[in-house]
């Protein structure tokens, strides 16, 4: 199976750094999609499919907070597993968006071997659930 | 929180990104050499504390670590080095306010190039640093 | 200078000027000495280095084409002595490397399928770390890597005590000795702390 990834950030450094680990990693991927805000994402996603949402917290227009909660709302949408980069490490943060049903939460700076870590064990989930 | 937890934190913050985004070492100075070319970028904050963050690279040196960061071979050209230089300044600043106070409300605006520099203010806390193919310094105020 | 292939029950050392046969021990062990390289197509070699202060040992090991490396090196950079570093380019992270890497790969080995880990890079001698060898050993080899397209599985690095890694080909096995224990080091499960927080 080949995996299509949507990555959220409105760092163009941070996308291509994220892009370059997934690509390295082995994983397979059939297209990796990028948006730099909530609010892009969220088109993208109106016509694309997509098996996994990378993203960021703060960006401009719409933040990965604010993403993350739109999708849940969605019943279609709800079930793409999400992966939060993020360089806010405060406790609340973290807990709400795991409250809100993120898969999983990466603080930036990270290592490379981290996220890939990451990605694979929530696309093995999502493999595992069928 | 005191200066000298600020200090600590932005020492520490600004290492932890370098080493782990661009694998650079930094040594710490007391300032930037006078005259040399540099990128500079101012991020606001706000949230539980609100204030601007700022940070310079000597030119150089933001080439280098934009190149290592990217994972690229050759040096990269001036836009993608832009980009870099201000998500490093996300990074540092959001991984500072964060290790001050774990329970914080933290926002961060997009990090901004400025074209000229902004003199350093009374209040601000400093740190400078030397790394591979030059320097940098970075500086936070809160309001 | 050519890194040292070792194939069954003999190594050749490979040089322009001489060829020499050496017998290797029975137990198929192979040395590698402090900046000092060798590449393995022995199913059966266990690759293995002693005395890891500041220096590091980085290990590759293909298991389908059966091909396996081990680099010592001491120091990150060789800008600070270009004549050693054509004497022996083993001896810095930024010639060693490629060199390690370059030999596996024309050896059959692929990056997919390689598992890494990095061993080292402690302070030993330098109690006070002025210098941070150790430190700055790992971070020129994480940058080298990284520009390269590789992922290091595993590392077993810092500290302050002297390590000595032994890689067994048959099994794939990485076993570190360091203040009298012994511990396996599995490929893939990185040490040191973590970034990330699982959802449950």
């Given at each position: 199976m080949s995996y299509r990834i949507l990555i959220v950030d409105d760092s163009p450094g941070m996308r291509a750094v994220l892009r370059r680990v997934i690509d390295l990693s082995g994983i397979p991927v059939e297209t990796c999609l990028s948006a730099c805000h909530g609010r892009a994402a969220l088109e993208t996603l109106g016509s694309e499919r997509v098996d996994l949402i990378l993203t960021d917290i703060n960006m401009p227009e719409m933040n990965?907070?604010?993403l993350v909660a739109e999708l849940k709302k969605n019943p279609v949408l709800s079930r793409i597993p999400i992966l939060v980069i993020s360089t806010d490490a405060t406790s609340n943060r973290m807990q709400r968006m795991l409250e809100l049903g993120a898969a999983g939460y990466v603080i930036k700076p990270f290592q490379p071997e981290t996220l890939r870590c990451e990605v694979e064990r929530v696309l093995g989930e999502v493999h595992v659930a069928g | 929180m005191s200066p000298v937890e600020v200090d600590r934190?932005?020492?520490?913050?600004?290492?932890?990104?370098l080493e782990t985004m661009c694998y650079s070492d930094p040594l710490p100075i007391t300032g930037l050499e006078e005259g040399q070319p540099c990128i500079r970028t101012q991020l606001r904050f706000h949230g539980t504390y609100s204030g601007i963050f700022h940070l310079d690279v000597t030119e150089d040196a933001g080439r280098s670590l934009a190149t290592t960061f990217l994972g690229a071979e050759e040096d990269v050209p001036a836009p993608e080095m832009a980009s870099v230089i201000c998500e490093l300044t996300n990074m540092i600043?959001?991984?500072?306010?964060?290790t001050l106070d774990a329970r914080a409300d933290i926002q961060l605006?997009?990090?901004?190039?400025?074209?000229?520099?902004?003199p350093r203010s009374e209040g601000a806390s400093y740190k400078a640093f030397e790394i591979d193919n030059g320097q940098m310094a970075v500086a936070i105020q809160f309001n | 200078m050519s890194i040292e292939w070792t194939l069954g029950l003999r190594f050749y050392e490979i040089s322009d000027s001489a060829r020499t046969l050496v017998e290797e021990s029975r137990m198929n062990t192979v040395v590698v000495s402090t900046a000092d390289c060798k590449v393995s197509g022995d199913p059966d070699a266990t690759l293995v280095t002693y005395g890891l202060g500041s220096c590091i040992a980085l290990v590759v090991h293909d298991p389908v084409a059966n091909v396996s490396g081990m680099l010592h090196y001491m120091l990150p950079d060789s800008s600070i002595d270009r004549t050693k570093a054509e004497a022996n380019p083993y001896m810095f992270a930024d010639t060693g490397i490629p060199r390690l890497?370059?030999?596996?790969y024309e050896r059959g080995a692929e990056k997919k399928r390689l598992k890494i880990w990095a061993v080292g890079g402690a302070q030993v001698l330098d109690k006070e770390n002025c210098f941070q060898i150790g430190k700055r050993n790992h971070l020129a080899m994480r940058k080298i890597l990284w520009k390269g397209g590789l992922f290091v599985g595993s590392e077993d690095v810092g500290g302050t005590l002297s390590r000595t890694v032994r890689l067994e080909t048959q099994s794939g096995r990485l076993v570190i000795y360091s203040d009298g224990v012994q511990r396996e080091l599995p490929a893939g499960k990185m040490s040191g702390g973590a970034t990330c927080l699982t959802a449950f």
């Open positions: 990965g907070e604010e | 934190a932005l020492t520490r913050c600004t290492g932890r990104v600043c959001g991984s500072m306010l964060s605006d997009a990090p901004e190039l400025l074209v000229d520099g902004v | 890497m370059n030999a596996v």
